[in-house]
């Protein structure tokens, strides 16, 4: 457990994956069909992170993410680097969107660091810091078949542990600043909400970074206020796209934690004004203390087209230095 | 003792084969090919999987919903009165559908799936079932801004679905799927789903499943039985507490019971199968049971839904003979 350091009040940060440019969505192609090598393919999702962290700093996040560049899907990424996953096949998300549906076939665990190495090279880009981004135990055991382990528990506890070794050697390679992405969180809000948090317990059990788990699209108040027992400093959530509606529920017992407050919708084609932000801002103001408010997108853009993420967070960013300004009384110099 | 399957089927082939209608959508969507061509491949990809069905043996097949972008949209989209809006997840999968808005009053506009089930019945060999999303599960799922509740929301959904029934009715469909999964998570509203499902059914003289899955009916039963439906389709697997649930009364109407697990890859053995079947005939007889998934097939890979049918079949035929030998 630990404070936000020194990010300002209001500090902006986004949920973890930008959309691909076209280039490196074609080399992804390429590489499927093993016309071009590792190391080509490699070069490419550098050259695509270090545009993202260029283009978060020219916009003035203040907590920058790699972009994901180099993964597929969030749980999918985790299960082809650790022991005991195969890939089962393709199974429809959405529309005509499919994703790699991962299965436990044995014992899961780590091989060897899966995230290190990018984190260190997109913390190597810029001075900012740079969030250490993981799937959790509990949402990678849900969205993956089994066909190994006779309970859930057991497979989510198994990853809790893979999971937890992944976060303290993020630690060590310096983040300061790690996410545990747990969407999955309220797929069985009775049944197994206790695993779930006992899984966290593991994940971040002797961390000092600061720890926050994004969580998304499912009945969230259903599982407030027990999610606030979440083993993380920062909870992050999508209020955007249900319009703001959770502040109600956040209103029946006192939000403990820090929140990220999800300020700009990530499904929506649409970009939102900076007023518009600043309005859903100071609506969490009116339940959420600002020293305990970060602002986020609702979740991660890779859906979204380039120019719209842009949009997205170009609006998150002014949109929170409107309401900083009108908080602190001060005018804060623009860093373009 | 037959064979049926819920509804969905994976609608591409596995890797490395190209995705024919994953594909072709992406082309409709650039604006390469227009709607016409996309039903062509639609159609040839459903007579594909009806065939798969056919082949593999299943006794009532559906059309494998290919045409299907979700079980909420398809209808919503075809009936006045409602926009749409952005994701929302699909019960406690990791499925996301589209968001339907009820703006304004609804109403049957037309056909939705006539020519679905007509398309399906000329390409198939096998008895073909028609499925509607039930008025309950669409309210549920659907936001709503115009109707002052749920329970008026939900009985004009059933009025408008009654005259999508009667369409498929006067098609010729005798046997008609009504999937509600939503009342295995919103128990505290069955009185609404009751009355939406009277609605839904009145002057409809098809054979009516009434399919639940996703969970259990506990606390729904037995008064469930006095709905206007003649078959009950249980999930046995997400909704393991069935066993207990059907237990405590008769079970006075035919049941469709989904044991094989729809969502995930592993593969029943003939054994479980058969175990299962004995369990089910403890309390129906086995003319009055459907053997099926726990759910629609398209949250698996398409080579594992293909096994999960030889599975059901295969164990369905063992299980049918050891009921055989346990008479004689
Ligand atoms: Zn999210």
Redesign the interface.
């Known amino acids: 457990m630990s404070s936000r350091m020194n990010l300002p009040l209001l500090a902006t940060s986004a949920v973890g994956s930008y959309p691909k440019p076209a280039y490196l969505l074609e080399a992804r192609r390429k590489a499927l069909r093993q016309q071009i090598s590792k190391q080509e393919l490699t070069a490419l999702e550098q050259r695509a992170t270090r545009e993202w962290i260029q283009i978060q700093e020219d916009i003035g996040l203040d907590l920058l993410v790699d972009g994901e560049q180099y993964r597929g899907d969030m749980v999918a990424y985790f299960a082809d680097e650790m022991e005991g996953f195969a890939i089962a096949g393709l199974v429809r998300s959405y529309g005509n969107r499919y994703y790699p549906k991962p299965v436990v076939v044995g014992p899961v665990g780590r091989r060897h660091p899966v995230t290190v190495e990018w984190f260190k090279f997109a913390q190597s880009l810029t001075k900012r810091p740079v969030k250490g981004m993981l799937t959790g135990p509990y949402t990678i055991a849900e969205w993956s078949f089994n066909e190994h382990y006779p309970t859930r528990r057991e497979l989510v506890l198994e990853l809790a542990r893979a999971v937890g070794e992944e976060a303290r050697d993020l630690e060590k390679a310096g983040a300061r600043y790690i996410q545990i992405d747990e969407p999955a969180i309220h797929t069985r809000p009775d049944e197994d909400f206790e695993l779930a948090l006992e899984a966290m317990e593991i994940v971040t059990d002797g961390l000092s970074a600061y720890t926050v788990s994004h969580i998304c699209y499912g009945d969230v108040p259903r599982i407030y206020p027990r999610v606030l027992k979440l083993a993380v400093d920062q909870l992050d959530l999508a209020l955007k796209n249900e319009h703001f509606a959770l502040l109600e529920t956040f209103k029946q017992a006192r939000f403990t934690k820090d929140i990220g407050v999800g300020v700009v919708d990530a499904h929506s084609h649409r970009v939102e004004s900076v007023e518009e932000v600043a309005e859903g801002i100071r609506k969490t103001l009116q339940v959420i203390p600002a020293e305990q408010i970060m602002v986020s997108p609702d979740c991660g853009l890779k859906t979204r087209a380039i120019d719209e993420t842009v949009g997205k967070l170009r609006a998150m960013v002014d949109g929170a230095k409107v309401v900083r300004n009108e908080l602190t009384g001060t005018r804060e110099p623009t860093r373009a | 003792m037959i064979t049926t399957v819920i509804g969905n089927y994976?609608?591409?082939p596995?890797?490395p084969a190209p995705?024919k209608?994953?594909s072709t959508?992406?082309r409709f969507?650039k604006g390469q090919i227009d709607e016409t061509q996309l039903q062509h491949v639609e159609d040839e990809v459903t007579a594909e999987v009806i065939n798969e069905q056919v082949q593999m043996g299943i006794d009532v097949i559906t059309d494998g919903q290919i045409r299907w972008?979700?079980a909420q949209t398809h209808f919503a989209r075809r009936l006045s009165g409602f926009s749409i809006n952005?994701?929302?997840?699909y019960f406690?999968t990791?499925?996301?559908?589209?968001e339907p808005v009820a703006e304004h009053a609804v109403a049957w506009t037309g056909p939705i799936t006539v020519s679905e089930f007509t398309f399906a019945r000329e390409h198939s060999s096998k008895p073909v079932k028609p499925v509607v999303t039930g008025p309950f599960t669409l309210a549920a799922l659907s936001r709503n801004v115009h109707y002052p509740t749920l329970k008026e929301f939900a009985i004009a959904l059933g009025r408008a679905l009654n005259r999508e029934l009667k369409a498929l009715e006067a098609a010729g469909a005798e046997v008609i799927q009504i999937d509600e999964p939503a009342i295995c998570q919103r128990k505290q509203d069955f009185d609404i789903f009751a009355e939406a499902s009277r609605v839904l059914t009145d002057g409809v003289k098809a054979k009516k499943i009434l399919c639940t899955y996703f969970g259990d009916i506990g606390g729904l039963y037995p008064q469930i039985l006095d709905l206007p439906f003649d078959v009950i389709g249980l999930d046995f697997v997400a909704g393991y507490r069935n066993w207990d649930v059907v237990a405590a009364a008769p079970f006075t109407r035919e049941l469709q019971a989904g044991v094989l697990d729809a969502r995930?890859?592993?593969v029943e053995s003939v054994d479980e199968l058969v175990r299962a079947v004995r369990r089910l005939t403890a309390f129906v007889s086995p003319g009055r049971l459907m053997i099926s998934p726990s759910a629609g097939l398209?949250?698996?890979?398409?080579?594992?839904a293909r096994r999960k049918l030889a599975a059901l079949v295969e164990g369905t035929k063992v299980a049918n003979q050891d009921l055989k030998g346990a008479r004689t």
Do not use: A, C, H, M
């Open positions: 994976p609608k591409i596995d890797l995705g209608w994953r959508v992406e969507q972008e979700d952005g994701l929302q997840r406690d990791n499925i996301y559908f589209r995930n890859t592993r398209e949250f698996l890979p398409r080579s594992v």
